[in-house]
């Protein structure tokens, strides 16, 4: 799950990371009334869960998702303009994130711009930290051009962080007297952070020097476990629905694992495995899967239903490609599934069926006496085929 910067900030403030004072407003006048407070000029960010916000555009061709504002007029001025628009960063897509709350916190007098991130390093099975002195800008450039300059440092999930390796990544990163006796204990508690809050990422980019001395972290992303949001209720607590996709969300409602995607063929599997091989025989018949949707092994006929509705509701979806192989479930459970939606929502694009195992014959026949025109295929080359050749012109 992710979450917005200012909702990590205030995660990280409570393990004691230090980072600039801010508060989030969702009206032009609750950022003046914060940049009042604060006093002097401040910074207007633009909250969304994507990053490259500093150097994103809005839709209505105003620049930048992140402003400096000279005072709290100026503050609310800028708030106006990004709260409702729409921002697109590199990491948005063309489609961009609309902007329904902005941060506002103070302006820091920038020394110098350093990257720190930890991840979960999942063939390693650690967490790595990185660390760079090319922070700010997109670190994933720096990965690309010039890995030497991220330095990686890897962490024992028994030993837990050792001091020796918060020092080193102190000296790789230049720092010295007492800038560096705060980068050691910045890291410290924001490592602790990230282990408490079930992480599995933060990323401090940029983390700063600021021309009075200090050591702090300016922006701030974190996503954490799914499967640890039941111990984690503050966490779970910041979700935040309108940033995810429709869809996915009314899919999570009914347990489905489904993840939307960008081409054409709406896929209804069992099994994960399954699932991408469906799409794998898709691609190769020259398709593309509108999604990744595995109904799970226990599948009810509620939650195909449900799960059909989904598909078709899709407006990207041209042809539906449902592919089943009945072990534990049945292939008429699928099938009596499928008719119930399709008498709540009205099917307007081709349905290829293949079903496959325990009751696959009595769920080709419900489907066929079903009154709807379900195309229906033996293998999962037929059916992909099939589906790509079968999508409704647009
Ligand atoms: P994003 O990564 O989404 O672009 P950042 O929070 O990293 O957003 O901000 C982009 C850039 O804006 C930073 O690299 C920094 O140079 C500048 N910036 C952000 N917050 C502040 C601040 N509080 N004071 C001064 N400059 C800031
Ligand atoms: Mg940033």
Redesign the pocket.
């Known amino acids: 799950m992710k979450v917005h910067e200012y909702q990590a900030k205030e995660l990280l403030s409570k393990f004691g990371v230090p980072v600039p004072k801010g508060k989030v407003a969702f009206l032009p006048e609750e950022a003046y009334q914060i940049a009042k407070v604060i006093g002097g000029s401040v910074v207007v960010k633009s909250q969304i869960h994507a990053?490259g916000r500093?150097k994103g555009k809005f839709k209505d061709g105003y620049v930048g998702g992140v402003k400096i504002a000279k005072d709290a007029e100026e503050a609310k001025e800028i708030a106006s303009r990004m709260l409702g628009n729409v921002l697109v960063t590199h990491q948005t897509g063309k489609e961009g994130k609309k902007v329904e709350k902005v941060y506002i916190t103070e302006a820091s007098d920038i020394q110098k711009e350093y990257y720190l991130g930890i991840v979960l390093d999942r063939a390693k099975e650690q967490n790595v930290i990185m660390a760079s002195t090319e922070g700010?800008v997109e670190i994933e450039k720096v990965a690309a051009e010039t890995p030497e300059k991220i330095f990686k440092s890897w962490v024992h999930p028994v030993f837990g962080l050792q001091r020796y390796q918060v020092r080193e990544l102190g000296f790789l990163l230049g720092f010295k007297g007492d800038q560096f006796k705060q980068f050691c204990e910045l890291l410290e508690k924001l490592y602790r952070a990230h282990e408490e809050c079930d992480a599995t990422l933060t990323e401090i980019?940029?983390l700063i020097t600021t021309k009075d001395g200090r050591v702090l972290a300016l922006?701030a992303?974190m996503n954490f476990d799914d499967n640890a949001l039941l111990r984690q209720l503050e966490i779970a607590s910041f979700r935040d629905l309108t940033e995810e996709d429709p869809l996915e969300v009314e899919a999570s409602r009914y347990d489905l694992n489904y993840i939307r995607l960008d081409g054409t063929i709406g896929c209804m599997v069992n099994g994960a495995g399954l699932a991408m091989a469906t799409m794998d025989v898709i691609t190769l018949e020259g398709g593309m899967p509108a999604n990744f949707l595995d109904v799970g092994g226990s599948a009810t006929s509620e939650r195909v239903k449900n799960a059909f509705k989904i598909l078709l509701s899709d407006k990207n979806v041209k042809s539906v490609l449902i592919n089943i192989f009945g072990g534990i479930v049945r292939c008429d459970v699928i099938a009596e599934g499928v008719i119930e939606a399709a008498k709540e929502i009205q099917i307007t694009v081709p349905v290829v069926v293949r079903l496959q195992g325990t009751n696959s014959e009595k769920g080709m026949e419900l489907l066929q006496n079903s009154g709807h025109n379900f195309l229906t295929a033996k293998d999962l080359k037929e059916a992909a085929k099939l589906s790509v050749a079968s999508q409704r012109e647009t």
Do not use: V
């Open positions: 990053g500093g700010g980019n940029p922006d992303k």
